[in-house]
C-alpha cells in the first residue's frame, strides 16, 4: 500500500458544486500539505497543517478550505469549484524534523466543467 | 520573498550528462532537494544536499552546492531514456516554512 493515498485519483465536476478531495498517510508524520500543479506554473501551496490543531494558508488558499480529521488525515474542500480550478493536485507528509523532505501521494486529477 | 528559479526544459541525448540548474534565494534553507515527477505520477525524492556541504554523488547523480551564488546543480551521468521527467528544485525549510519548490525542468531524452 502507498504511504500517502489520494482519492479520487481522477474527478470531473460541474462548476458550482461542492467536491472533498481525500489525503490519507501511514507514514505516521506530523505535517501535511495539499499543492496544486498547473503546467508551467509549477507546485503552489494551497494549505499546509502541521499537527491535528494547527492549519495555515499557503500562497492561493482562496476558494479552497482544509480539514485535519486526525494525524493521518487531511481533506481538501473546493466550496464552490470554478474551472480555473482544474489542476492536479498533490497531497504531501513530511516528519517535524529531519533531512528526508516531502512524500507525494499520486495526485488527483480534478477536471472543473 | 523566496523563489526558486530554473529553466522550464532540457533536452539531452542519451548517454551524454544532463546539467538542471536552480537558484534560490533563502540563504538560511537548511536543505536542498531534487524531486522527479515520471508522467502520471506524484513527486518523489531523488536526493539532498544539507547546507553546509559543496557536493554530494549517489551513483549517477552529482549535487553541487555554490552557497555564495545560491546555486544548485544536479548531475545526471549517462542520461538514459527513463530519466525523461520533471525534475524540481526545492529549498527549506527555513524556520516553519514549508519548502519552497521550482517551477520544474521537463528533461527529455532522445535515444
Known amino acids: 500500500d502507498a504511504d500517502v493515498t489520494q482519492t479520487p485519483r481522477n474527478r470531473i465536476t460541474k462548476t458550482g458544486k461542492r467536491i472533498m478531495l481525500e489525503c490519507s498517510q501511514t507514514?505516521?508524520?506530523?505535517?501535511m500539505y495539499w499543492y496544486r500543479q498547473d503546467p508551467g506554473l509549477g507546485l503552489r501551496l494551497i494549505y499546509y497543517s502541521f499537527d491535528v490543531k494547527d492549519i495555515n494558508k499557503g500562497e492561493i488558499s482562496d476558494g479552497y478550505s482544509v480539514s485535519r480529521q486526525a494525524q493521518a488525515k487531511f481533506s481538501l474542500s473546493l466550496e464552490s469549484a470554478i474551472p480555473n480550478q482544474t489542476a492536479l493536485y498533490f497531497c504531501a507528509t513530511s516528519e517535524r524534523t529531519g533531512s528526508y523532505g516531502y512524500t507525494f501521494g499520486s495526485g488527483t486529477r480534478l477536471t472543473v466543467v | 520573498g523566496e523563489d526558486v528559479e530554473q529553466s522550464l526544459f532540457l533536452s539531452v541525448r542519451e548517454g551524454d550528462s544532463s546539467v538542471i540548474n536552480c537558484t534560490y534565494t533563502?540563504?538560511?534553507?537548511?536543505?536542498l532537494y531534487w524531486y522527479k515527477q515520471e508522467p502520471g505520477a506524484g513527486l518523489q525524492l531523488l536526493t539532498y544536499i544539507f547546507s553546509n556541504m559543496d557536493m554530494k554523488q549517489d551513483q549517477r547523480l552529482t549535487v553541487l552546492l555554490n552557497k555564495k551564488d545560491k546555486h544548485l546543480s544536479l548531475r545526471i551521468a549517462d542520461t538514459q531514456t527513463g530519466d525523461s521527467a520533471i525534475y524540481f528544485c526545492a529549498e527549506g525549510p527555513s524556520g516553519n516554512t514549508p519548502l519552497v519548490f521550482g517551477k520544474g525542468t521537463r528533461l527529455s531524452v532522445i535515444a
Open positions: 507514514k505516521g508524520h506530523d505535517r
Open positions: 533563502d540563504s538560511s534553507s537548511t536543505y
